[in-house]
């Protein structure tokens, strides 16, 4: 018998792609990433499934393991898409860092990080190491 949890995912087709959608979840919990989670990997391990996508459209909150999780599948060679995410969670440092977006409202996980986040400064930081070290003597005598 299929549990409250079950009823609110559904699965659609969008461009070849199988769509996993947790109907109107605004704020998704640790059980909704499981939920996620074994979808996923009933589909690819025994669907044999290669093209997946999640709609976003209703997510406001995602758990930190999601970017995680959906890397770990790319990573085993399957594409993953994002459709219809919030602005605010477009504006999610993983989410500008490894999808491009390739539709007006789909958004395909990209290998590699798409901008350099290391700091080209060539500051001298040792400067601030010496100040602590000098201030945490003082705090000894």
């Not at 074994?38 to 669907?47: A, E």
């Not at 093209?51 to 599948?73: A, Q, R, T």
């Not at 994002?82 to 390739?102: C, D, G, S």
Request: glycine share 6%; hydrophobic share 40%.
């Amino acid at each position: 018998m299929a549990t409250s949890r079950h009823l609110r995912m559904t699965l659609h087709n969008w461009d070849d792609y199988t769509v996993l959608d947790l109907i109107g979840v605004e704020i998704w919990d640790g059980a909704d990433l499981a939920l996620l989670r074994d979808t996923q990997s009933d589909l690819v391990m025994n669907k044999k499934c290669r093209l997946m996508g999640v709609n976003m459209e209703h997510v406001k909150y995602i758990p930190s393991g999601f970017f995680g999780m959906l890397y770990d599948w790319h990573e085993y060679g399957v594409k993953i898409r994002l459709y219809n995410p919030q602005p605010h969670v477009a504006e999610m440092l993983w989410f500008r860092q490894f999808f491009k977006r390739i539709g007006e409202n789909t958004y395909a996980l990209q290998g590699k990080p798409r901008y350099d986040l290391v700091p080209q400064d060539s500051s001298d930081w040792t400067a601030d190491a010496d100040w602590l070290e000098a201030e945490t003597m003082s705090t000894k005598n």
